[in-house]
DNA sequence: CGAGTACTGTCTATTACGTCA
DNA sequence: GGTGACGTAATAGACAGTACT
């Protein structure tokens, strides 16, 4: 099957032949793609994992010869996803009529989450708007930041619960928690930044410092050479403190001893 | 037992919507 | 009313881990 065929038959199965990452998007009936990879995988595959053995179970949505995914009812999907290549696709039944679902693809998959499946969201005049974004209420919100502090991560029973009782899709609950830990691990790098740029000013200060206590000991030390070349009988004076000594005193024997002091 | 495959959960980067100044 | 900045929900792709064949 070459590339002109698969055109016409609008068959979007991508494993990209290229690098480019393979996106595919699927509309409503009629509708054009908006990016096509042709798969090489995908012809050689059934194109539902119908496997009954699999533990995690394939659900009830079916993708036609020609791409187009299909509820049970035969309703049509629209949605964008990528990667379809190995054509098996698991639904993850959710509160209402809502769904989720995840395209496998080999090494790597794709979801065709509920917002690209069902809903194109139609608007008041029933023009199809794509991604309609939610904005949480504060109960909702505080809800799901005290579930947060309790575990920043959530198994599919708590998922489930969570949506649940805010009344959300699991997907939306999900979405909010990798967002969250997201903001979070981002906050917590710009405070070690913070508290990096500051130890870096205090030890730049501390450098600066050493730097010139340094330089002052290695100039103090260039005079003590001068000093000591003198002969004994001729110095009368502390070089650094300018006392006048005594060559039977101490000071002619240790001049900075009296600078030390 | 090791290799290959399917699937899931998570992360990261990015996009795009809604709000506000 | 238009616009840019900003916060954040949502999307896309990659990867690691696990279960199964």
Not at 41 to 59: C, E, F, M, Q
Not at 130 to 138: G, I, N, P, V, Y
Not at 159 to 177: G, M, T
């Amino acid at each position: 099957m070459g590339f002109d065929s698969l055109c016409d038959t609008r068959l979007v199965l991508g494993r990209s032949l290229t690098s480019t990452p393979s996106t595919v998007k699927l509309n409503t009936l009629g509708s054009t793609m908006e990016s096509f990879h042709p798969s090489l995988t995908s012809l050689s595959r059934n194109h539902l994992d119908t496997n009954p053995n699999k533990k995690r179970a394939v659900g009830g949505c079916v993708i036609s010869d020609l791409g187009v995914l299909y509820q049970q009812d035969s309703t049509v999907i629209s949605g964008r996803c990528s990667s379809f290549s190995n054509m098996s696709v698991k639904r993850e039944r959710e509160v209402g009529s809502e769904v989720s679902e995840r395209v496998s693809n080999g090494n790597s998959y794709s979801r065709v989450t509920s917002a690209t499946i069902v809903h194109d969201v139609e608007d008041d005049d029933g023009c199809v708007n794509a991604r309609k974004k939610l904005r949480l209420t504060k109960p909702q919100f505080a809800l799901l930041e005290e579930s947060f502090k309790l575990r920043n991560s959530l198994n599919p029973n708590q998922k489930q619960e969570l949506a649940r009782e805010l009344k959300l899709r699991p997907r939306q609950v999900e979405v909010w928690f990798q967002n969250r830990r997201a903001r979070t691990k981002l906050k917590q790098i710009e405070m070690d930044l913070e508290h990096l740029k500051k130890l870096c000013d205090k030890l730049t200060c501390e450098n600066q410092r050493l730097q010139k206590e340094l330089q002052d000991l290695k100039t103090l030390k260039s005079s003590k050479q001068l000093y000591m070349q003198l002969p004994a009988t001729s110095l009368t004076m502390c070089p650094s403190c300018e006392r006048i000594g005594d060559s039977k005193s101490s000071l002619v024997k240790n001049p900075f001893a009296m600078a030390a002091s």
